[in-house]
T-cell receptor, first 114, second 115 residues
Framework: AQSVTQPDIHITVSEGASLELRCNYS??????LFWYVQSPGQGLQLLLK??????LVQGIKGFEAEFKRSQSSFNLRKPSVHWSDAAEYFC????????????FGTGTSLTVIP | EPEVTQTPSHQVTQMGQEVILRCVPI?????FYWYRQILGQKVEFLVS????????KSEIFDDQFSVERPDGSNFTLKIRSTKLEDSAMYFC?????????????FGPGTRLTVL
């Protein structure tokens, strides 16, 4: 069965520090990969996506993610975190062979300290 | 920028009552979805809808659930007889469609509390 794993439930970083949020998926088909961010009381906002081509993708708000097929990973990174980045981050995966739905990870809650 | 909207933002109901959650997808989108997120758990797929019919549904989407696109703009999720375990955040999403796999755009969610 398809699954998406975000191993870190909660991460705390200092403002200005670098950030990496992990995401792994399990399934053999070619994935479509997404990162969404959810601020309190808000919906899910797309940060970036990967369909094909260059495995390093750039997103909004200074985020980037790298698809590593050999590791079945799509980790999200940001070189310098801002206090406004505090939110819940969700990795989502879609597969060409399984129709429309997305499979979500459990999310990583990011706290940014001054 | 066009966005998906959902009403109400918070719905409180008694167990056994029917609820209808409403969504207005982005106007030129063709695919519509409902997901739910029980507190502290992952976002789970419920159902997808295309061309006025359900295209895919999960095991969660049993006979208590139904979806409808009653007019050209609204997309509703009905829960006929709510249970305590239906308490969750419900997200509506829409997708443009076409040949490429476009991202899904999510609404802000409706928090359903069943007492």
């Amino acid at each position: 069965a398809q699954s998406v794993t975000q191993p870190d439930i909660h991460i705390t970083v200092s403002e200005g520090a670098s950030l990496e949020l992990r995401c792994n998926y399990s399934y053999g088909a070619t994935p479509y990969l997404f990162w969404y961010v959810q601020s309190p009381g808000q919906g899910l906002q797309l940060l970036l996506k990967y369909f094909s081509g260059d495995t390093l993708v750039q997103g909004i708000k200074g985020f980037e993610a790298e698809f590593k097929r050999s590791q079945s990973s799509f980790n999200l990174r940001k070189p310098s975190v801002h206090w406004s980045d505090a939110a819940e981050y969700f990795c989502a995966v879609g597969f060409r062979n399984t129709g429309n739905q997305f499979y979500f990870g459990t999310g990583t809650s990011l706290t940014v300290i001054p | 920028e066009p966005e998906v909207t959902q009403t109400p933002s918070h719905q409180v109901t008694q167990m056994g009552q029917e609820v209808i959650l409403r969504c207005v997808p982005i106007s030129n989108h063709l695919y519509f979805y409902w997901y739910r997120q029980i507190l502290g758990q992952k976002v789970e797929f419920l159902v997808s809808f295309y061309n006025n019919e359900i295209s895919e549904k999960s095991e969660i989407f049993d006979d208590q659930f139904s979806v409808e696109r009653p007019d050209g703009s609204n997309f509703t999720l009905k829960i006929r007889s709510t249970k305590l375990e239906d308490s969750a955040m419900y997200f509506c999403a829409s997708r443009l469609g076409g040949n490429s796999y476009n991202e899904q755009f999510f609404g802000p969610g409706t928090r359903l509390t069943v007492l």
